[in-house]
C-alpha cells in the first residue's frame, strides 16, 4: 500500500510540476518557479511537525573518513565537468568542461 502510494503521488508530482513550472514562467516570471516552494513549505511545515514522530539513531559515529573521500569524489566530478576557460574564438573549437569525453578529445596522442 505504501509504494502504490509513493508511486501515486510521483506520478502526480512529474505529471503537474512541468505544467505548474510552464504556466509560471509563460503567464508570470522564470523567478516565481524558486518562490513556489517557500509558501507550499511554510504551509506544510505544522502539518510535519503534527504528524511526524521524532526518530532517534542508533548513536553511531560518523565515518569522518568516508565523508571526505566522498565529498572529495563528487568535489572533482563537479568541477571536472563544470567549463574551463573558453577557448572558442581562439581556436574555433567548442568550449568544453575540464574532462575530456574521451583521450583524443583534447589532441591527445
Not at 507550499?40 to 569522518?64: H, I, K, Q, V
Amino acid at each position: 500500500m505504501v509504494y502504490g502510494i509513493w508511486g501515486a503521488v510521483n506520478g502526480l508530482a512529474v505529471a503537474s510540476g512541468p505544467l505548474i513550472g510552464g504556466s509560471l514562467t509563460e503567464h508570470v516570471s522564470w523567478q516565481w518557479i524558486f518562490w513556489l516552494n517557500v509558501p507550499l513549505g511554510l504551509a506544510l511545515l505544522p502539518l510535519a511537525r503534527l504528524r511526524l514522530a521524532e526518530s532517534y539513531g542508533t548513536g553511531a559515529r560518523l565515518d569522518l573518513a568516508g565523508t571526505l573521500l566522498a565529498s572529495g569524489g563528487l568535489f572533482g566530478i563537479v568541477y571536472g565537468l563544470i567549463p574551463g576557460p573558453s577557448t572558442a574564438g581562439r581556436d574555433g573549437g567548442p568550449r568544453s568542461g575540464r574532462l575530456p569525453a574521451h583521450p583524443g578529445a583534447r589532441g591527445a596522442p
